[in-house]
Structure formats: structure tokens, C-alpha cells
């Protein structure tokens, strides 16, 4: 589970689009707003690579599909473990001696 958001989403859209629309560097922006400026750097990255303008790191989109992938994939591991329980179990069934009841 990820840490709760510091920052309003409302703050970073404006502290981003300040960052891009004004040319002023992260520093001075994130100074003024009183953001980290390492956070500040990141969301613009983001916007950046959201946006097409950067190669070296996924969309959006794209981190919250890799999410649910890999979400899918925990769930469908559980699943498989489950079943292979069962299958060893029903083969241990199958497998025990039957016992004829006395008369």
C-alpha cells in the first residue's frame, strides 16, 4: 500500500503548469509554494512523460495498468496455489485404500 498523498492534486496541477508555462526553475517555484522541490521535479517528469515529451519513464497510464497487471497477477497466483492444494488433496483421496464395512 502506497503513503497517502502530502500534497493536494489541486497544488501540484498549478505548481507543474507553473513550472512549464513560466520557465522558472523547480527550485524557485517549489520555494514559493513550499513544495520539496525533489516532489516538484517528479510531477513535472511526469507531466512530461504524460505529455510524449520524455522516453525514459511510463505514462501514467501506463504505471496504473502495470498496477492492475500486477495486482491481477498476485490474485491469479493465489488462485493457483489454491488449486494446486486441492488437486493434491483430491489426488491423496483417490489414492487412500477403501476400507469394505464390516457385517
Known amino acids: ?4 498523498r502530502q500534497y493536494p492534486d489541486e497544488l501540484r496541477e498549478r ?3 507553473e513550472v512549464r508555462s513560466t520557465g522558472r526553475s523547480v527550485a524557485h517555484v517549489a520555494r514559493d509554494l513550499g513544495i520539496h522541490k525533489e516532489a516538484l521535479r517528479s510531477w513535472v517528469r511526469q ?4 505529455a510524449g515529451e520524455r522516453d525514459d519513464r511510463p505514462t501514467s ?3 496504473d495498468e502495470l498496477k492492475q497487471l500486477r495486482k491481477d497477477n498476485a490474485e491469479l497466483r493465489r488462485a493457483n496455489e489454491i ?3 486441492a488437486s493434491v488433496f483430491s489426488a491423496q483421496e483417490i489414492d487412500r485404500p477403501r476400507t469394505r464395512p464390516s457385517r
Not at 500500500?1 to 497517502?4: D, L, R, T
Not at 507531466?47 to 504524460?50: H, I, L, Q, S, V
Open 83 to 85: 488449486l494446486k492444494a
Open 47 to 50: 507531466a512530461e512523460a504524460d
Open 15 to 17: 505548481a507543474v503548469r
Open 61 to 63: 497510464s501506463e504505471l
Open 1 to 4: 500500500m502506497s503513503a497517502p
